[in-house]
Protein backbone atom coordinates (compact mmCIF):
# COMPACT_ATOMS: atom_id res chain seq x y z
CA UNK A 1 0.00 0.00 0.00
CA UNK A 2 1.27 3.23 -1.34
CA UNK A 3 1.65 6.05 1.25
CA UNK A 4 -0.10 9.25 -0.62
CA UNK A 5 1.46 11.36 2.15
CA UNK A 6 4.69 10.47 1.45
CA UNK A 7 7.08 13.38 0.32
CA UNK A 8 8.48 11.72 -2.78
CA UNK A 9 4.20 11.82 -3.84
CA UNK A 10 3.81 15.20 -3.00
CA UNK A 11 3.23 18.03 -5.77
CA UNK A 12 4.93 21.34 -6.19
CA UNK A 13 2.94 24.17 -7.07
CA UNK A 14 4.39 27.19 -7.60
CA UNK A 15 2.60 30.62 -7.43
CA UNK A 16 2.46 32.98 -10.17
CA UNK A 17 1.53 36.68 -9.82
CA UNK A 18 -1.71 37.54 -10.97
CA UNK A 19 -1.01 39.84 -13.87
CA UNK A 20 2.19 39.80 -15.97
CA UNK A 21 4.56 42.68 -14.94
CA UNK A 22 4.85 45.32 -17.10
CA UNK A 23 1.66 44.16 -18.68
CA UNK A 24 -0.70 47.16 -17.03
CA UNK A 25 2.10 49.94 -18.31
CA UNK A 26 0.59 49.32 -22.23
CA UNK A 27 -3.24 50.31 -20.51
CA UNK A 28 -1.95 53.30 -19.21
CA UNK A 29 -3.64 56.47 -21.05
CA UNK A 30 -1.20 58.87 -22.73
CA UNK A 31 -2.42 62.25 -22.83
CA UNK A 32 0.60 63.12 -25.39
CA UNK A 33 -0.45 60.63 -27.59
CA UNK A 34 -4.25 61.52 -27.52
CA UNK A 35 -3.11 65.29 -27.87
CA UNK A 36 -1.26 64.27 -31.33
CA UNK A 37 -4.29 62.03 -32.14
CA UNK A 38 -6.58 65.07 -31.86
CA UNK A 39 -3.96 67.52 -33.39
CA UNK A 40 -3.57 65.06 -36.79
CA UNK A 41 -7.44 65.31 -37.09
CA UNK A 42 -7.87 68.91 -36.80
CA UNK A 43 -8.80 69.09 -39.88
CA UNK A 44 -11.27 66.83 -40.02
CA UNK A 45 -13.02 67.81 -36.35
CA UNK A 46 -13.20 71.51 -38.03
CA UNK A 47 -14.77 70.29 -41.35
CA UNK A 48 -17.17 68.24 -39.97
CA UNK A 49 -18.26 71.09 -36.52
CA UNK A 50 -18.85 73.58 -39.45
CA UNK A 51 -20.71 71.03 -41.51
CA UNK A 52 -22.78 70.27 -38.78
CA UNK A 53 -23.66 73.43 -37.58
CA UNK A 54 -24.07 75.09 -40.96
CA UNK A 55 -26.84 72.05 -41.23
CA UNK A 56 -28.56 73.13 -38.05
CA UNK A 57 -28.47 76.95 -38.31
CA UNK A 58 -29.92 75.72 -42.18
CA UNK A 59 -32.80 74.22 -40.44
CA UNK A 60 -33.64 75.97 -37.68
CA UNK A 61 -33.84 79.57 -39.91
CA UNK A 62 -35.18 78.10 -42.56
CA UNK A 63 -37.04 75.30 -42.24
CA UNK A 64 -38.52 75.09 -38.52
CA UNK A 65 -41.49 76.87 -38.61
CA UNK A 66 -41.67 79.76 -35.92
CA UNK A 67 -44.17 79.13 -32.90
CA UNK A 68 -45.97 81.63 -30.96
CA UNK A 69 -47.96 81.41 -27.66
CA UNK A 70 -50.14 83.53 -25.93
CA UNK A 71 -51.18 83.28 -22.29
CA UNK A 72 -53.86 84.23 -19.80
CA UNK A 73 -54.70 83.97 -15.96
CA UNK A 74 -57.54 83.59 -13.81
CA UNK A 75 -58.83 83.82 -10.51
CA UNK A 76 -61.24 81.36 -9.09
CA UNK A 77 -63.81 83.29 -7.05
CA UNK A 78 -66.05 81.10 -4.89
CA UNK A 79 -68.62 82.93 -2.40
CA UNK A 80 -68.82 80.76 0.82
CA UNK A 81 -71.64 80.56 3.70
CA UNK A 82 -70.55 83.10 6.08
CA UNK A 83 -69.86 79.63 8.78
CA UNK A 84 -67.93 77.63 6.24
CA UNK A 85 -66.08 80.79 5.61
CA UNK A 86 -64.74 81.30 8.73
CA UNK A 87 -64.12 77.68 9.29
CA UNK A 88 -62.06 77.82 6.75
CA UNK A 89 -60.24 80.93 7.83
CA UNK A 90 -59.69 79.10 11.16
CA UNK A 91 -57.96 75.62 9.62
CA UNK A 92 -56.16 77.80 7.18
CA UNK A 93 -53.83 79.00 10.72
CA UNK A 94 -53.15 75.91 11.57
CA UNK A 95 -49.98 74.03 10.85
CA UNK A 96 -51.43 71.23 9.11
CA UNK A 97 -53.19 71.08 6.27
CA UNK A 98 -57.20 70.03 6.56
CA UNK A 99 -59.49 69.63 3.80
CA UNK A 100 -63.08 70.81 4.34
CA UNK A 101 -66.12 69.16 3.05
CA UNK A 102 -67.14 70.46 -0.86
CA UNK A 103 -63.60 71.68 -1.02
CA UNK A 104 -62.59 69.60 -3.93
CA UNK A 105 -61.71 70.13 -7.65
CA UNK A 106 -62.60 73.24 -8.88
CA UNK A 107 -65.41 73.43 -11.28
CA UNK A 108 -63.39 75.97 -13.97
CA UNK A 109 -60.38 72.82 -14.25
CA UNK A 110 -62.77 70.37 -14.47
CA UNK A 111 -64.40 72.21 -17.57
CA UNK A 112 -61.08 73.66 -18.91
CA UNK A 113 -59.49 69.95 -18.80
CA UNK A 114 -63.01 67.88 -20.16
CA UNK A 115 -63.39 66.36 -22.95
CA UNK A 116 -66.58 68.62 -23.39
CA UNK A 117 -64.47 71.95 -23.98
CA UNK A 118 -62.20 70.45 -26.49
CA UNK A 119 -65.30 69.08 -28.59
CA UNK A 120 -67.56 72.46 -28.13
CA UNK A 121 -64.42 74.34 -29.39
CA UNK A 122 -63.71 72.50 -32.37
CA UNK A 123 -66.92 72.12 -33.60
CA UNK A 124 -67.83 75.90 -33.00
CA UNK A 125 -65.17 77.07 -34.58
CA UNK A 126 -63.86 74.11 -36.83
CA UNK A 127 -60.53 73.84 -35.51
CA UNK A 128 -60.11 70.61 -37.53
CA UNK A 129 -58.16 72.47 -40.45
CA UNK A 130 -55.82 73.79 -37.86
CA UNK A 131 -54.74 71.02 -36.14
CA UNK A 132 -54.49 68.97 -39.37
CA UNK A 133 -53.16 72.01 -41.22
CA UNK A 134 -50.91 69.27 -42.80
CA UNK A 135 -53.45 67.19 -44.36
CA UNK A 136 -55.58 70.84 -44.93
CA UNK A 137 -55.50 72.12 -48.89
CA UNK A 138 -56.55 75.94 -48.02
CA UNK A 139 -56.92 76.56 -51.47
CA UNK A 140 -59.38 74.48 -52.49
CA UNK A 141 -60.67 74.10 -48.76
CA UNK A 142 -60.54 70.26 -48.32
CA UNK A 143 -58.16 67.22 -46.87
CA UNK A 144 -55.37 66.43 -49.69
CA UNK A 145 -56.83 62.37 -48.38
CA UNK A 146 -57.78 60.04 -50.68
CA UNK A 147 -59.19 57.39 -48.43
CA UNK A 148 -62.10 59.14 -46.47
CA UNK A 149 -61.25 56.94 -43.43
CA UNK A 150 -58.01 58.24 -43.31
CA UNK A 151 -59.71 61.87 -43.46
CA UNK A 152 -59.53 64.00 -39.95
CA UNK A 153 -62.75 63.83 -37.95
CA UNK A 154 -63.88 64.84 -34.80
CA UNK A 155 -63.32 61.43 -32.79
CA UNK A 156 -60.37 60.89 -33.99
CA UNK A 157 -59.11 64.22 -33.07
CA UNK A 158 -60.24 63.75 -29.18
CA UNK A 159 -58.93 59.84 -29.34
CA UNK A 160 -55.83 61.15 -30.12
CA UNK A 161 -55.70 64.40 -27.85
CA UNK A 162 -54.47 66.62 -30.47
CA UNK A 163 -55.86 69.72 -28.85
CA UNK A 164 -53.31 69.06 -26.01
CA UNK A 165 -50.33 70.09 -28.63
CA UNK A 166 -51.75 73.74 -28.87
CA UNK A 167 -53.83 74.03 -25.43
CA UNK A 168 -52.63 73.62 -21.63
CA UNK A 169 -54.04 75.01 -18.28
CA UNK A 170 -52.75 74.19 -15.26
CA UNK A 171 -52.86 75.67 -11.60
CA UNK A 172 -51.22 76.58 -9.00
CA UNK A 173 -52.25 74.67 -5.49
CA UNK A 174 -50.96 77.47 -3.29
CA UNK A 175 -52.49 80.67 -4.92
CA UNK A 176 -55.16 78.98 -6.87
CA UNK A 177 -54.21 80.78 -10.01
CA UNK A 178 -54.99 79.41 -13.52
CA UNK A 179 -52.60 79.68 -16.39
CA UNK A 180 -53.94 79.36 -19.70
CA UNK A 181 -51.99 79.19 -23.02
CA UNK A 182 -52.41 78.36 -26.79
CA UNK A 183 -49.78 78.10 -29.09
CA UNK A 184 -49.33 77.94 -32.97
CA UNK A 185 -48.13 79.72 -36.22
CA UNK A 186 -50.66 82.65 -36.11
CA UNK A 187 -49.97 85.33 -33.18
CA UNK A 188 -53.29 86.56 -33.57
CA UNK A 189 -55.29 83.16 -33.88
CA UNK A 190 -53.55 82.08 -30.52
CA UNK A 191 -55.12 85.37 -28.51
CA UNK A 192 -58.18 84.75 -30.44
CA UNK A 193 -58.86 81.44 -28.89
CA UNK A 194 -57.77 82.05 -25.33
CA UNK A 195 -60.71 85.26 -25.69
CA UNK A 196 -63.30 82.33 -27.15
CA UNK A 197 -62.07 79.65 -24.41
CA UNK A 198 -62.69 82.18 -21.76
CA UNK A 199 -66.47 83.37 -23.19
CA UNK A 200 -67.02 79.39 -23.58
CA UNK A 201 -66.08 78.97 -19.60
CA UNK A 202 -67.89 81.49 -18.97
CA UNK A 203 -71.21 80.54 -21.04
CA UNK A 204 -70.70 76.95 -18.88
CA UNK A 205 -70.59 78.74 -15.25
CA UNK A 206 -73.54 80.84 -15.94
CA UNK A 207 -75.87 78.82 -17.87
CA UNK A 208 -74.95 74.54 -17.55
CA UNK A 209 -73.77 74.55 -14.46
CA UNK A 210 -75.72 72.62 -12.48
CA UNK A 211 -75.38 72.71 -8.57
CA UNK A 212 -77.87 71.64 -5.74
CA UNK A 213 -78.80 75.47 -5.49
CA UNK A 214 -79.81 76.14 -8.93
CA UNK A 215 -81.75 72.92 -8.94
CA UNK A 216 -83.83 74.13 -5.97
CA UNK A 217 -84.33 77.46 -7.56
CA UNK A 218 -85.66 75.67 -10.27
CA UNK A 219 -88.10 73.44 -8.44
CA UNK A 220 -89.13 76.42 -6.34
CA UNK A 221 -89.92 78.51 -9.99
CA UNK A 222 -92.03 75.44 -11.30
CA UNK A 223 -94.33 75.56 -8.10
CA UNK A 224 -94.65 78.89 -8.05
CA UNK A 225 -95.74 79.03 -11.76
CA UNK A 226 -98.42 76.34 -10.81
CA UNK A 227 -99.68 77.83 -7.77
CA UNK A 228 -99.84 81.61 -9.81
CA UNK A 229 -102.26 80.25 -12.21
CA UNK A 230 -104.35 78.17 -9.24
CA UNK A 231 -104.58 81.75 -7.88
CA UNK A 232 -105.61 83.40 -10.66
CA UNK A 233 -108.22 80.86 -11.78
CA UNK A 234 -109.75 81.32 -8.16
CA UNK A 235 -110.12 84.57 -8.60
CA UNK A 236 -111.87 84.59 -11.73
CA UNK A 237 -114.13 82.84 -10.26
CA UNK A 238 -118.02 83.78 -9.80
CA UNK A 239 -120.10 82.44 -6.62
CA UNK A 240 -122.95 79.73 -7.53
CA UNK A 241 -124.77 77.08 -6.75
CA UNK A 242 -121.75 74.69 -6.38
CA UNK A 243 -119.47 77.45 -5.85
CA UNK A 244 -119.97 79.33 -2.87
CA UNK A 245 -118.09 82.71 -1.94
CA UNK A 246 -116.87 80.97 1.65
CA UNK A 247 -115.52 78.20 -0.68
CA UNK A 248 -114.37 80.55 -3.18
CA UNK A 249 -112.70 82.84 -0.35
CA UNK A 250 -111.25 79.86 1.26
CA UNK A 251 -109.30 78.74 -2.13
CA UNK A 252 -108.11 81.98 -2.95
CA UNK A 253 -106.62 82.50 1.08
CA UNK A 254 -104.87 78.90 0.76
CA UNK A 255 -103.45 79.96 -2.91
CA UNK A 256 -102.36 83.21 -1.20
CA UNK A 257 -100.96 82.17 1.47
CA UNK A 258 -98.57 79.00 -0.56
CA UNK A 259 -98.13 82.03 -3.15
CA UNK A 260 -96.47 84.26 -0.71
CA UNK A 261 -94.63 81.34 0.91
CA UNK A 262 -92.67 80.61 -2.07
CA UNK A 263 -91.64 83.89 -3.15
CA UNK A 264 -90.33 84.19 -0.05
CA UNK A 265 -88.60 80.47 -0.75
CA UNK A 266 -87.56 81.72 -4.07
CA UNK A 267 -85.90 84.81 -2.96
CA UNK A 268 -83.76 82.63 -0.61
CA UNK A 269 -83.09 80.11 -3.20
CA UNK A 270 -81.34 82.68 -5.73
CA UNK A 271 -79.77 84.06 -2.75
CA UNK A 272 -78.28 80.56 -1.64
CA UNK A 273 -77.32 79.81 -5.47
CA UNK A 274 -75.76 83.40 -6.05
CA UNK A 275 -73.32 82.23 -3.00
CA UNK A 276 -72.25 78.90 -4.70
CA UNK A 277 -72.01 80.05 -7.61
CA UNK A 278 -68.21 79.75 -8.49
CA UNK A 279 -67.15 82.26 -11.05
CA UNK A 280 -63.67 83.74 -11.85
CA UNK A 281 -61.62 86.95 -12.42
CA UNK A 282 -59.24 87.54 -15.51
CA UNK A 283 -56.01 88.45 -14.64
CA UNK A 284 -54.13 88.61 -17.28
CA UNK A 285 -55.82 88.81 -20.39
CA UNK A 286 -54.76 87.49 -23.73
CA UNK A 287 -52.23 89.33 -25.36
CA UNK A 288 -51.00 88.94 -28.97
CA UNK A 289 -47.55 88.01 -29.29
CA UNK A 290 -44.82 89.57 -31.18
CA UNK A 291 -41.60 86.96 -31.00
CA UNK A 292 -42.08 83.28 -31.21
CA UNK A 293 -40.88 81.27 -28.07
CA UNK A 294 -39.52 78.53 -30.43
CA UNK A 295 -37.73 77.28 -31.99
CA UNK A 296 -34.44 79.04 -30.55
CA UNK A 297 -32.56 78.61 -33.21
CA UNK A 298 -29.44 79.58 -31.33
CA UNK A 299 -29.72 77.81 -29.12
CA UNK A 300 -30.09 74.52 -31.86
CA UNK A 301 -26.99 75.85 -33.40
CA UNK A 302 -24.70 75.76 -30.19
CA UNK A 303 -25.70 72.60 -29.23
CA UNK A 304 -25.33 71.16 -32.73
CA UNK A 305 -21.57 72.98 -32.89
CA UNK A 306 -20.65 71.35 -28.93
CA UNK A 307 -22.17 67.79 -29.97
CA UNK A 308 -20.66 67.48 -33.48
CA UNK A 309 -17.68 68.20 -31.58
CA UNK A 310 -17.84 65.10 -29.51
CA UNK A 311 -18.68 63.22 -32.23
CA UNK A 312 -15.79 64.04 -34.18
CA UNK A 313 -13.60 63.03 -31.38
CA UNK A 314 -15.06 59.90 -30.72
CA UNK A 315 -14.99 58.81 -34.07
CA UNK A 316 -10.88 59.73 -33.86
CA UNK A 317 -10.27 58.03 -31.16
CA UNK A 318 -12.52 55.16 -32.49
CA UNK A 319 -10.85 54.81 -35.10
CA UNK A 320 -7.19 54.77 -33.72
CA UNK A 321 -8.56 52.07 -31.58
CA UNK A 322 -8.78 50.02 -34.30
CA UNK A 323 -5.79 50.73 -35.93
CA UNK A 324 -4.33 49.37 -32.75
CA UNK A 325 -6.14 46.35 -32.51
CA UNK A 326 -4.83 45.46 -36.28
CA UNK A 327 -1.42 45.89 -35.60
CA UNK A 328 -1.36 43.63 -32.38
CA UNK A 329 -3.23 41.04 -34.34
CA UNK A 330 -0.67 41.53 -37.32
CA UNK A 331 2.08 39.49 -34.72
CA UNK A 332 0.26 37.06 -33.48
CA UNK A 333 -1.12 35.80 -36.89
CA UNK A 334 2.65 36.00 -38.52
CA UNK A 335 3.93 33.95 -35.20
CA UNK A 336 1.20 31.78 -35.78
CA UNK A 337 2.00 30.98 -39.69
CA UNK A 338 5.66 30.36 -38.64
CA UNK A 339 4.54 27.37 -36.32
CA UNK A 340 2.39 25.63 -38.64
CA UNK A 341 5.13 25.77 -41.15
Known sequence: MVDTNSPEKKEIIYAYPPFPVGENQDDEIDLIELWRLVWAGKLFIISFVVFCTLIAGVVSFVFLPKMYKSTAALIPVKQEKSSLGALGGLIGNLPFPIALPGQGTSNIMSFLESRTMKERLITKYNLLPVLYSDLWNAEKKSWNVDDPKKKPTLIKALHAKILDGFFSVNQDKKTDLINLSWSGEEPAFCSLM???????????LENEYDSNAKREREFVEEQLAAITKELEYWERQVPSEKLTLSKITREQFVSQTVYTELRKQLELAKISEAKELET????????????PFKPNKLLIVALSCILSGFIA????FFLNFIRNLKKDETPVAESRKQRTC
Request: without cysteine; proline residues 7%; positive net charge.
Open 313 to 316: LFGI
Open 280 to 291: FKVLDKPYIPEK
Open 194 to 204: LERIIKELTFF
